[in-house]
């Protein structure tokens, strides 16, 4: 396999996208911040020292995905048709999933995983003053759909 994002010379690129048609394409991710089962019931309870944790993280990840070309030097800027950003409360841990959506001429893979990077790093943020011991984790791309290569599902899940 050939990696796309170098040239001639072994320098890296950013691909030529010119013709490639435009297609709808989606892609889904997630991730894990892992905490105490306490954390977790100030953010269900509303409790936590800087407000409502999930309403804050959600705006990051959807701001995150719509500047990913901005954070990721060889990512193409996107038109996005749709970002969305789920949080599950789990009994140690928030569970994150984003899913983006554009017609383009390149994938929306990075803007899945950035979304759902943001989240879990404004769910830190928010909540470090109660516990500094969280980690990030399980950060991955569960599927993508459109363009040349076809769909993904990451056999992982």
């Known amino acids: 396999m050939e990696l796309?994002?170098?040239?001639e010379q072994g320098r890296a690129r950013m691909?030529?996208?010119t013709k490639k048609d435009v297609t709808f394409r989606?892609?889904?991710?997630?991730?894990?911040?892992?905490?105490?089962?306490?954390?977790?019931?100030?953010?269900?309870?509303?409790?936590a020292p800087k407000g409502d944790v999930l309403a804050v993280a959600q705006v990051a990840g959807i701001l995150a995905?719509?500047?990913?070309?901005?954070?990721?030097?060889?990512?193409?800027?996107?038109?996005?048709?749709a970002v969305d950003i789920a949080f599950t409360l789990e009994e140690a841990a928030v569970h994150i999933r984003s899913k983006v959506k554009c017609k383009g001429e390149t994938g929306v893979e990075m803007e899945a995983l950035t979304a759902?990077?943001?989240a879990a790093l404004t769910v830190y943020d928010m909540c470090k003053a109660v516990?500094?011991?969280?980690?990030?984790?399980?950060?991955?791309?569960?599927?993508?759909?459109?363009g040349?290569?076809?769909?993904?599902?990451?056999?992982f899940m």
């Open 4 to 7: 796309t994002h170098i040239n």
């Open 15 to 17: 691909v030529d996208v």
């Open 26 to 47: 989606q892609a889904e991710a997630e991730g894990r911040v892992r905490m105490t089962p306490e954390t977790v019931e100030l953010i269900r309870t509303g409790g």
């Open 65 to 81: 995905a719509k500047r990913t070309h901005e954070l990721i030097p060889m990512c193409h800027p996107l038109r996005l048709t």
């Open 116 to 118: 759902v990077s943001a």
């Open 131 to 146: 516990q500094r011991d969280m980690e990030i984790t399980d950060v991955r791309l569960c599927r993508k759909s459109g």
């Open 148 to 155: 040349k290569s076809g769909d993904f599902i990451n056999a």
